[in-house]
């Protein structure tokens, strides 16, 4: 079974903090994807990553960057985060490029509340 | 602009009886792909079913089927026989197609919070 993780399922952060969201996935997929998910407003796309070092800005990057130094590691960061990020973020990853009936797997989430 | 609308925020269903969620989408490329997921309180995101633009069926998965009507351009998840468990937040969504053929991106609906009642 394709497993993604997420490092934490609940995270509380004050304004202005440096935050670091981490996803591993361990099927040697070479996407992966990062999503906000707001009441109301589906999940958008906030950054993905279609092999180590690269990366794309989704639908919604301002105030967040990304890492991926290792192919299983995708790590979302909020440099100073403000109170309009506190939402659920979903970590997803999928096997191929171009397939259209590739399904992507996801992490159980994190919670994030920024005070 | 490729977009799925969710016109159902919420829907209540008795236990053992069929629901339908609505999914319609909008796309001018001829080939896509449709996906449903399933979200429950734990927050993990459930793949249930796919059904591709040029499949001559619809798709089928155990209690799922996908009604796919592509004239009305609709995607509706039918789920039989409906259970407690089934309760969760529901998301259908498409493939995104960009220069070259089907990206990596899906584009996701606002969902349906479905509540099944003993």
């Known amino acids: 079974d394709v497993k993604v993780t997420q490092s934490s399922r609940y995270l509380v952060k004050r304004t202005g903090e440096k935050v670091f969201l981490e996803c591993v996935q361990d099927m040697d997929h070479e996407n992966m994807f990062w999503y906000r998910q707001d009441p109301g407003l589906g999940l958008r796309l906030i950054y993905f990553?279609?092999?180590?070092?690269?990366?794309e800005k989704g639908d919604i990057p301002e105030g967040y960057s990304v890492s991926r130094e290792k192919k299983e590691r995708f790590s979302l960061i909020l440099e100073s985060a403000s109170t309009n990020q506190t939402s659920m973020y979903l970590c997803?990853?999928?096997?191929?490029?171009?397939?259209?009936?590739?399904?992507?797997?996801f992490g159980p989430g994190t919670r994030l509340l920024v005070l | 602009a490729q977009k799925i609308t969710q016109t159902q925020p919420g829907m209540f269903v008795q236990e053992k009886e069929a629901v339908t969620l609505d999914c319609t989408y909008d796309t001018s490329d001829p080939s896509y792909g449709l996906f449903w997921y399933k979200q429950p309180s734990s927050g993990e995101m459930i793949f249930l079913i796919y059904q591709g633009s040029y499949d001559q069926q619809n798709a089928t998965e155990g209690r799922y089927s996908l009604n796919f009507q592509k004239a009305r351009k609709s995607a509706n998840l039918v789920i039989s026989a409906s259970q407690l468990g089934d309760s969760a937040m529901y998301f259908c969504a498409m493939r995104q197609w960009g220069y070259g053929g089907a990206t990596n991106k899906l584009i996701f609906g606002t969902g349906t919070l479905l509540a099944v009642q003993p």
């Open positions: 997803a990853s999928s096997p191929h490029r171009g397939q259209v009936q590739e399904t992507q797997y």
């Open positions: 990553s279609y092999d180590v070092k690269m990366k």
